[in-house]
């Protein structure tokens, strides 16, 4: 991260001001830190082996040089590709039509807010679709060309898109102000399907969407390893509480699989939150089981085709048949809830097995008519409801130290409209809970500019400018009210927010919401708790013994 | 230099009429040729852009959500019935608004970034000139289109005498100025000029952006010549008018040049309008973000193309990949065949 700017600097390299040339004649900056790396081949090799055709050819190939190496045929792929889809999607038809360029979106992009580039104000991100659709598909387009903004689709416009199609996280927040609801993640979504077919895409998602199809889960952890980590997991549990927990793995019979995404399995701090999650389900007695082969709810098929995320999504139902589950409890996840909420039941609904019901609580006897399709309930539901009943013994006191706001990820906020249960259930476990200023949070939110598979190295630079928003209203709440702690309810937050935080509101840690239930949870039978999840001595504990050092900071 | 250019055009477009009436003596054509033909081309256009929306599927239920979706537990966690609806009703109710109250533009936002004393500060305040803008202009518009009814009907509708009541309430001058003359000409003015100088928004405008509204513009100017300046034989207008919806054409001597051009100006937009931006009119109905209620978890709803063909990666397949290891970890397994090591098979 040498290279990157200072924040102060890149702050005041922002500027609103477009170019002197006209958006169509700016050249598009190619240089390394403006893109993804491409898929491995093998792994296209793989997916081309899986379902074929949506793929390209397997290739190795550089974004930097001028051959990207496209198949002769390019053109009529995508172009062929691009009518096809017109017909598949009224999103994609009548958006292209109707766009006003009111210019109401423009600065709504966290990635216009932070660069200042104009290709990033999302009305423009769709004209570069749009000018490819006018140019090839309208009549007025053809005859009267730049003069209603029309081209023909050409190299230059195809990286153009590759570029500017992975600078957006399909976050959906300039929907929410386009007078016709226009939704520019959803042409992303195309622009991408597009791409795949000529064989562009990033590494960041591709070799994810081949892990998760074999191994189930993203970072192709196998089931004896997955086993290992949970079984530390209960381990470090037993360290803090003195109690062991259950940790059922692939069992038959149990009456709820609960799946979550594999970056709670693997990644810190998301095993505080898988942590959480286990000792809150052993507590309640909760008749469960995790499966490793649908040991992902990320779903990586989003960020490429909706034939990649069908496939994916279809292992949550087939591993509720194969283990007899009656329904499925799903963690906190961003992506897997916009898919679960939006899509699962459409696309796997008929894969349902007759066993299935309509979720019910068995500690509190609620039952939850609003996933009465799907049979999938989000965790702050299945928590929230039990914290109404009383259900749980809880000691907030514990997280006394922190002082805590909540990021809304994006997709349980803007693409399904999941926004009080968590908050409900922070401040059942905290004391100290702050909201950041209006209009960044709830519906309004912003995105923590890693989400559709960007958040990856390489791009970081782009992604502290997209972190902008974000970390400038943490920073506030920082100041206002000394908040430490930022509370969400998606993994790939709990990746991407930690360098975002470091480097716009630097010593702001980030948690799961599960994470910070578990700590104040107090469970039948525990030891005096000294230490929290992540093994740091609460207040009041930290003078014992001084010279240790936790097991999971050894190397660090 | 888009703005300029789609002024050039409209100038040609007066000068058409202009010359073709006076010079020509081409009454007949430019007062009923014209004006039946661009009427044509605006019906069978409209309809087939519609059509072509209409039979695009909507495979997926994508409402955008603007706060609470119903919970569980609906006190506990008051649904926001508006922006975030679940049934047909509330999804009626949600369009309505937006249709007629513009809602999403009227929670617009701007964004501005200051250097604070030690660091950064990104702020958005409430921005509604864009939704005043466009409300006095739609609204203007659509009551004088109301307000021209009175020349195509016999007898005079109430509402629309009603209207003209309301419209010239202040009783300005005579004939009396109508409200909405100045709200359409304003809210053009405005619109354009924001188009003009926010440096953003003339980023993103095209000639075919700034065309409509200076069409729009000409064509008001020259209603508001004829009916305050060259005061033209309504009468025979009405004539001309009723002809027209009647089958029956007459062109009355009386007519003056200034309604050829306004005619020829209307009906250069009506035969625009299918292929135009203008068509985000019929667009806000079909838009599936909006008019969708937020219920795919509780309903299920069919995607017409759905490949049932694509199947999720077989665990029999991943147990026989990894059942070795899996069995050695004490994960259970389907066949225990898959646990034993190759060695051991044979
Ligand atoms: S807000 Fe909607 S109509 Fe306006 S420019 Fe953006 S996408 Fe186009
Ligand atoms: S979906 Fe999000 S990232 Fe993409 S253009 Fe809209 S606001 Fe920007």
């Known amino acids: ?206 070799e994810p969407v081949a892990n998760c199809n074999v191994t189930g889960n993203h970072l192709g952890i196998q089931p004896h390893a997955f086993k290992d980590i949970v079984d530390f997991m209960v381990d470090d549990i037993e360290e803090v509480t003195g109690k062991r927990v259950k940790a059922p793995l692939n069992e038959k019979g149990h009456e709820i699989l609960f799946i979550t995404p594999s970056g709670d399995v693997f990644a810190d701090p998301g095993i505080y939150t898988f942590m959480g999650y286990l000792m809150l389900f052993d507590e309640i007695g909760l008749d469960y089981t995790m499966s490793t082969y ?42 897997m809830w916009r898919v679960v909420h939006q899509y699962m039941d459409t696309m796997t609904g008929d894969t349902q097995h007759a066993g299935m019901t309509t979720p019910r609580s068995p500690i509190t006897g609620t039952v939850f008519e609003t996933s009465a399709a799907t049979k999938m309930l989000h965790i702050t539901e299945f928590t929230a409801d039990l914290m109404k009943h009383n259900k749980l013994k809880l000691d907030p006191s514990r997280n006394d130290h922190l002082r805590v706001t909540f ?104 948690a799961g919401v599960h994470e910070l239930v578990a700590n104040a949870l107090v469970m039948e039978g525990e030891s005096e708790r000294k230490m929290n999840l992540r093994q740091e001595y609460l207040p009041g504990y930290e003078d014992e013994e001084d010279d240790w050092t936790p097991p999971n900071m050894e190397d660090a | 230099m888009n703005a300029l250019y789609s002024l050039l055009f409209v100038f040609l477009l007066v000068l058409i009429p202009l010359f073709g009436v006076d010079a020509a003596h081409m009454r007949t054509f430019f007062g009923v040729c014209i004006p039946a033909t661009a009427f044509i081309i605006f019906i069978v256009g409209f309809v087939y852009k519609v059509i072509t929306w209409a039979r695009s599927a909507v495979p997926f239920r994508i409402p955008t959500t603007g706060g609470q979706f119903r919970s569980f537990d609906p006190k506990l966690f008051p649904q926001n019935k508006l922006d975030c609806p679940q049934t047909g009703a509330q999804t009626f109710f949600r369009m309505v608004l ?56 016999e007898p005079v ?86 002809g027209l919806v009647t089958f029956n054409y007459v062109v009355p001597e009386t007519i003056g040049v ?41 309903k299920h709803h069919v995607n017409p193309w759905n490949d049932p063909n694509i199947k999720a990666h077989p665990y029999a397949d991943y147990e026989k990949q990894f059942g070795v290891p899996m069995a050695e970890a004490g994960l259970p397994l389907d066949n225990p065949e898959n646990g034993k090591a190759p060695e051991e098979k044979a």
């Not at chain 1, 990157?4 to 702050?11: G, N, T």
């Not at chain 1, 600065?107 to 679709?129: Q, T, W, Y």
């Not at chain 2, 309604?259 to 292929?275: G, Q, R």
Request: proline share 6%; aromatic share 12%; hydrophobic share 40%.
């Open chain 1, 407 to 510: 990021h809304d990820s994006c997709n349980p906020a803007r693409g399904m409209g999941l926004l009080e249960e968590p908050r409900y259930v922070i401040k059942h476990v905290c004391n100290n809970y702050f909201e950041m200023p209006d209009g960044t949070t709830r519906e309004q939110t912003f995105c923590c500019a890693g989400g559709s598979g960007l958040n990856t190295d390489e791009i970081m630079e782009i992604r502290l400018r997209g972190g902008l928003p974000r970390g400038n209203a943490l920073r506030y709440v920082q100041e206002k009210h000394g908040v430490n702690t930022m509370a969400c309810i998606c993994a790939i937050d709990r990746a991407t927010l930690i360098p975002l935080a470091d480097y716009w509101a630097p010593g702001v840690t980030i």
């Open chain 1, 1 to 206: 991260m040498s290279d990157i700017p200072k924040a102060d600097e890149l702050f005041k390299s922002i500027d609103y001001n477009p170019p002197a040339t006209g958006w169509m004649d700016t050249p598009v900056d190619f240089s390394p830190g403006h893109w993804c790396y491409p898929a491995k081949p093998e792994k296209m090799e793989y997916m081309e082996s899986k379902l074929p055709g949506l793929w390209g050819p397997a290739r190795q190939w550089n974004p930097g040089e001028a051959d990207w190496k496209l198949p002769p045929n390019w053109k009529e792929i995508v172009v062929k590709g691009f009518r096809e889809r017109l017909k598949k999607f009224r999103t994609l038809q009548v958006f292209m039509d109707i766009c006003v360029r009111c210019g109401a979106c423009a600065d709504k992009c966290h990635f216009f807010i932070g660069s200042g580039d104009p290709k990033n104000m999302p009305v423009l991100r769709a004209e570069l679709m749009r000018s490819v659709y006018r140019g090839e598909f309208t009549v007025a387009g053809k005859i009267l060309g730049k003069l209603t903004g029309s081209r023909v689709m050409e190299e230059d416009v195809l990286k153009e898109w590759f570029i500017y199609f992975y600078q957006c996280t399909q976050c959906r927040r300039c929907s929410l102000y386009c007078p016709y609801g226009i939704d520019t993640a959803e042409m992303t979504m195309m622009a991408r399907e597009l791409m795949h077919l000529v064989g562009l895409n990033i590494n960041w998602i591709m």
């Open chain 2, 157 to 242: 509708p109430f509402f629309v005498n009603g209207l003209e009541f309301v419209d010239g309430l202040l009783q300005i001058g005579a004939p009396t100025m109508y409200l909405t003359d100045v709200g359409l000409v304003a809210g053009i003015l405005l619109l354009m000029g924001r188009r003009l100088i926010n440096p953003r928004i003339n980023y993103i405008s095209y000639v075919s952006d700034f065309f409509p509204l200076f069409l729009i513009l000409s064509i008001a100017l020259s209603g508001i010549y004829m009916r305050y300046y060259a005061k033209v034989d309504v009468i025979a207008i009405k004539e001309l008018a009723m």
């Open chain 2, 98 to 153: 937006e249709v007629f109250a513009f809602r999403s533009l009227f929670r617009n936002t701007a964004v501005s970034l200051h250097q604070g004393k030690d660091h950064p500060i990104v702020a958005y305040k409430s921005s509604k000139w864009l939704w005043l803008f466009a409300i006095v202009f739609h609204y203007s518009f659509f009551i004088i289109a109301l307000r021209h009814l009175r020349l195509f009907l």
């Open chain 2, 258 to 298: 200034s309604f050829f051009i306004h005619v020829f100006l209307v009906s250069c937009l009506m035969a625009y309008f299918p292929f135009s931006k203008l068509m985000h009119f019929p667009g806000v109905f079909l838009s599936p973000t909006r008019n969708m209620p937020n219920d795919t978890r509780a």
């Open chain 1, 294 to 335: 649908a040991s992902e709810g990320g779903n990586f098929g989003s960020f490429t085709n909706n034939e990649v995320m069908k496939k994916l999504n279809a292992k949550m139902y087939a591993e509720a048949e194969r283990l007899g589950c009656k329904w499925i409890l799903g963690g906190e996840c961003g992506h």
